[in-house]
């Protein structure tokens, strides 16, 4: 199945990125009206990087891993521009090599894997089915791969678990079987969409664990979708942060966080909690996400911000631009923000 | 497993019992003497009547002629027609025609019900979808008797298609009454997997298979499909009955030699025996399937254990 497509191209992957994501825009029509899901959102994607895509729920970060992965329900939803780079090659042109390359170079893992696992099929053969799929190996050498990938993922017992159904695992452990499936065929990049948000604390933090550990030892890009602060500070590189279908801020990790460069990012950083400091106020940010089918004009966060001006904010979209190295935010008061 | 089965085989007793009886008090009670009904238009005399209720324990008190019935059948003895006929032989005899019939209705049922429902989920709204929520609540809405006329008339009549009644074409004959049976729980099984596909193709793990870069036959056929014939196998357990009575109306109206329409025949002609004995089997044939069904429900959906 792998053609030549899907080989990555050596002179360009040394410095061009693994995925870039350029000015994506998707949008469901429904009775009630078009719903702008995501509204030119991009990002790019290094070898072996951590990125995490931070925003509330409706910000549009999973229904952008979704075009991603080409799972958007059409009708209703429908990519309405953008282009989806994996090597250099736009997979929004090329149906085909989007389809093979999905599942193969680049996999999901879901937040809910009770339901995201087929309940009527062993473990085994869910992680197995990939390998004789796509690899077409016999049943016998898929399993032998399926207890060494079960083993890699750290499910006890490996050898004496692969004939069990999903529900007679435990919610981090069914985690870990779909991490397990989402690696069987040593993808270049690994999308998990709130992956541990079903969890427990101490089972996430466990989860988290093993995905850094993972995407180290094999090299993977990993694009972490969450909603969680705690979680992006432990295990991103860089950070793009969504509100209302747009990137409104990017940057690595430690500065954005250490001296955010927009209104948004900076109210949900007062709006944490911080083990440090207990005697700290936490302040939220006023007011409620916007309906995606009705996004405010000019900056759609300017109904919430304590930064805003009514004649720039309300009517001219303030564009993602460079506010110092390696820093972007879509504010037009950035350095104000940011100073 | 083991053990569900064995408790499952001892509560086989207390229904067929219990079925039994209530079928042999209801044609107990059945009004008119079967002797004289046997004898027509000359009267037999005081003393061949006498004999003949003496022979079939007509002059016992309905729990007696129970008894004395339910030993026979344990050394599997269904007894005798008032023509001295044993009804085991007739079971022999009638049975073949009437599993052909209901192999036909449930192959027709599966086959046309199963593609007609997995066709509308995959093209929801289309012109196959309208078609198959058209045609399937016209057939729920008819009954078996009037659309086994029906059919008999059109495809077998007026159309020439398929014989009208009888078996001498071979399996080719069960093909007209196995479609008139079959036509409510196909309708049903059409509709019902239709829904039940349609919700799991939204399911999540549908959404993983399909990010597993399975083509889409295969979502649909192996991931999809398999969850949505749960619904459908409960649902064939709990038509089982609809089907049996089934049997004896079609067979009627096509004039097939089965066991449904020698009930019916029994009925008319107050034949205890031949109703009892046949119910009886009818009554053997609805449990163990029922056993089959959940056998088959624990196989296809491994959350139920039954242990």
């Known amino acids: ?72 329900d059409s009708p209703p939803g429908f990519v309405t521009g953008g282009e989806i780079l994996f090597h250099g090659q736009d997979l929004l042109a090329n149906r085909h090599l989007h389809h093979q390359v999905r599942g193969q170079s680049i996999t999901m893992i879901f937040q809910d894997a009770l339901s995201a696992l087929n309940p009527v099929f062993t473990v085994g053969w869910q992680i197995g089915e990939q390998l004789r799929v796509h690899r077409g190996m016999s049943r016998r050498d898929a399993r032998a791969r399926v207890i060494e990938l079960m083993e890699l993922v750290k499910i006890p017992y490996a050898a004496a678990r692969v004939d069990d159904y999903p529900h007679e695992f435990s919610g981090g452990m069914r985690q870990r079987v779909m991490i397990a499936m989402a690696l069987a065929l040593d993808p270049e990049v690994l999308i998990a969409d709130e992956p541990t948000t079903a ?58 966080f250490k001296n955010p460069a927009h209104p948004y990012t900076e109210g949900l950083m007062s709006s944490m909690p911080k083990a440090t400091h207990g005697d700290q106020k936490l302040v939220p940010i006023t007011g409620a996400p916007p309906s995606l089918a009705n996004i405010p004009s000019g900056c759609p966060f300017h109904p919430r911000c304590p930064y805003m001006r009514p004649d720039t ?13 390696g820093r972007r935010s879509a504010c037009h008061f950035a350095e104000e923000v940011f100073s | 497993m083991k053990r569900y089965v064995i408790r499952r085989l001892l509560q086989f007793l207390p229904v067929v019992i219990g079925a039994t009886f209530i079928i042999f008090a209801l044609v107990f009670a059945i009004p008119g003497d079967p002797i004289r009904a046997l004898s027509g238009d000359r009267p037999l005399s005081d003393a061949v009547q006498e004999t003949l209720r003496e022979r ?39 049975v073949p025609v009437s599993i052909r019939l209901a192999v036909s209705a449930l192959v027709i049922q599966g086959v046309i019900g199963g593609l007609a429902g997995i066709l ?188």
């Open chain 1, 1 to 72: 199945m792998t053609g030549p497509a899907l080989e990555p191209d050596v002179t360009l992957s040394a410095t061009a990125p693994v995925l870039e994501v350029r000015d994506l825009s998707v949008e469901f029509r429904t009775p009630h009206g078009t719903v702008n899901a995501v509204n030119g959102v991009s990002f790019a994607l290094d070898r072996g990087e951590t990125l995490a895509i931070l925003g509330e729920s409706g910000s549009g970060k999973s229904v952008t891993a979704q075009a991603v992965m080409d799972l958007i």
């Open chain 1, 199 to 256: 969890l427990d604390v101490t089972v996430q933090a466990q989860v988290m664990a093993l995905l850094e550990d993972l995407q180290r030892d094999l090299g993977m890009s990993l694009i972490l979708i969450t909603h969680d602060l705690g979680v992006v500070t432990d295990m991103a590189h860089r950070v793009s942060v969504m509100y209302a279908g747009r990137v409104v801020e990017e940057g690595d990790v430690y500065s954005v």
């Open chain 1, 313 to 325: 904010c309300v009517n001219e979209h303030p564009p993602l631009r460079e506010v110092v190295a």
């Open chain 2, 56 to 94: 079939y324990n007509l002059n016992d008190p309905l729990l007696i002629q129970y008894g004395k019935y339910m030993l026979g059948l344990l050394q599997g003895d269904f007894g005798t027609t008032f023509s001295g006929r044993p009804v085991n032989d007739i079971i022999v005899q009638r």
């Open chain 2, 120 to 307: 509308a989920a995959l093209r929801r709204q289309g012109f196959v979808d309208s078609l198959v929520q058209v045609s399937t609540t016209v057939l729920v809405a008819i009954p078996t008797l009037v659309l086994g006329m029906i059919g008999q008339v059109v495809f077998g009549l007026h159309l020439g298609w398929f014989p009208i009644a009888g078996i001498d074409q071979g399996w080719y004959s069960y093909i007209l009454p196995g479609a008139m049976l079959a036509s409510t729980s196909m309708a049903l099984v059409a509709r019902l997997l239709r829904t039940s596909l349609l919700e799991n193709l939204r399911a999540d793990y549908v959404r993983m298979a399909t990010a597993k870069g399975l083509s889409r036959t295969r979502v649909v056929g192996r991931h999809a499909l398999r969850n949505s014939l749960i619904p459908v196998v409960t649902f064939l357990g709990a038509d089982l009955g609809t089907m049996l009575s089934g049997t004896v109306i079609i067979e009627g109206i096509f004039n097939l030699p089965g066991l449904g329409r020698e009930v019916f025949r029994g009925i008319q002609q107050q034949e205890g025996t031949v109703v009892v004995g046949i119910v009886t089997l009818f009554v053997l044939v609805f449990v163990t399937l029922s056993l089959v069904i959940d056998l088959l429900y624990a196989y296809l959906d491994p959350r139920i254990r039954y242990d």
